[in-house]
T-cell receptor, first 113, second 112 residues
Framework: AQKITQTQPGMFVQEKEAVTLDCTYD???????LFWYKQPSSGEMIFLIY??????QNATEGRYSLNFQKARKSANLVISASQLGDSAMYFC??????????FGTGTRLQVFP | DAGVIQSPRHEVTEMGQEVTLRCKPI?????LFWYRQTMMRGLELLIY????????DSGMPEDRFSAKMPNASFSTLKIQPSEPRDSAVYFC??????????FGPGTRLTVL
């Protein structure tokens, strides 16, 4: 079974609009962490945001917020006020128990003017 | 502060040759990870170290791959002999106490 599922291979959004990138996860470990990374066309992996399983509030970092719904095992990334520079691949990842991350297959976001 | 440094950025080699990829983690970080990214398989964890000790190498594809971390500021990933199917982008990442990982720019390896 997939540990991390990103069902949207591609998404389009108009500049200045908000967009939600979906991520669901599967774990029986009560302690885990969820991460989002951005990979622009230049290839580097950029850490965006982190949510711990025991965190009571949704994580936010500037225009990025994580919509954490523990019962549904979902950790969707919300990007507000999209910019052209947000066009990239976005990866959801989970750390359970141990220190390694398991990555989803990614969602390619394209922001158009 | 400098981020994770990887070298070389690009490597083109012929099948059968030895390839060595290098990584310098962020100073003070105690975890180091090696990943491989391909279109077919996505991002795969190969091996990771904690305080220079290999913790999990279950992702290393076969005996042709080996990794070392002789000290806290340097790690190598070696492929010997290389094969065309090893062509990929190899990332090194480091973290402090296992939290968010910071990635290097990657090494794009092409094996002809």
């Amino acid at each position: 079974a997939q540990k991390i599922t990103q069902t949207q291979p591609g998404m389009f959004v108009q500049e200045k609009e908000a967009v939600t990138l979906d991520c669901t996860y599967d774990t029986s470990d009560p302690s885990y962490g969820l991460f989002w990374y951005k990979q622009p066309s230049s290839g580097e992996m950029i850490f965006l945001i982190y949510q711990g399983s025991y965190d009571q509030q949704n994580a936010t970092e500037g225009r990025y917020s994580l919509n954490f719904q523990k019962a549904r095992k979902s950790a969707n990334l919300v990007i507000s006020a999209s910019q052209l520079g947000d066009s990239a691949m976005y990866f959801c990842a989970m750390r359970e128990g141990t220190d390694k991350l398991i990555f989803g297959t990614g969602t390619r976001l394209q922001v158009f003017p | 502060d400098a981020g994770v440094i990887q070298s070389p950025r690009h490597e083109v080699t012929e099948m059968g040759q030895e390839v060595t990829l290098r990584c310098k983690p962020i100073s003070g970080h105690d975890y180091l990870f090696w990943y491989r990214q391909t279109m077919m398989r996505g991002l795969e964890l190969l091996i990771y170290f904690n305080n220079n000790v290999p913790i999990d190498d279950s992702g290393m594809p076969e005996d042709r791959f080996s990794a070392k971390m002789p000290n806290a500021s340097f790690s190598t990933l070696k492929i010997q002999p290389s094969e065309p199917r090893d062509s990929a982008v190899y990332f090194c990442a480091s973290s402090l106490k296992g939290y968010e990982q910071f990635f290097g720019p990657g090494t794009r390896l092409t094996v002809l």
